[in-house]
């Protein structure tokens, strides 16, 4: 599967953004589709996954109730609208692909295709 993240920018604090990871390929079954963010001198951090067969979706605490994973099937795009932005969400977001195993979903190595980062900048 092929990913095409866009969709970051520059934003205040409380702000909103959407981002969009367009698809190609096929996805079935058990397929997840996540978005992750990586920040400068950190490790990549979990921050929402949606199982694309049942739809069910997992956040990170910092994402509950201010994010949202949504799917849209007939342009095969997941997107994040990411609402009440703060400073802390600065970072590079990236979207995911894979097969991870249920314990496994908000582990990035569990995803085997990435699209390529878009930046976040939250200015307070």
């Known amino acids: 599967v092929q990913l095409q993240a866009s969709g970051g920018g520059l934003v205040q604090a409380g702000g909103s953004l959407r981002l969009s990871c367009a698809t190609s390929g096929s996805t079935f079954g058990d397929y997840y589709m996540g978005w992750f963010r990586q920040s400068p001198g950190k490790e990549r951090e979990f921050v929402a996954t949606m199982n694309l067969g049942s739809r069910r979706t997992y956040y990170a605490d910092s994402a509950k109730g201010r994010f949202t994973i949504s799917k849209d099937n007939a342009k095969k795009t997941v997107y994040l609208q990411m609402d009440s932005l703060r400073p802390e969400d600065t970072s590079v977001y990236y979207c995911?692909?894979?097969?991870?195993?249920?314990?496994?979903?908000?582990?990035?190595?569990?995803?085997?295709?990435w699209g390529q980062g878009t930046q976040v900048t939250v200015s307070s």
């Open positions: 995911a692909a894979g097969r991870p195993i249920l314990s496994y979903i908000r582990e990035s190595t569990y995803y085997r295709d």
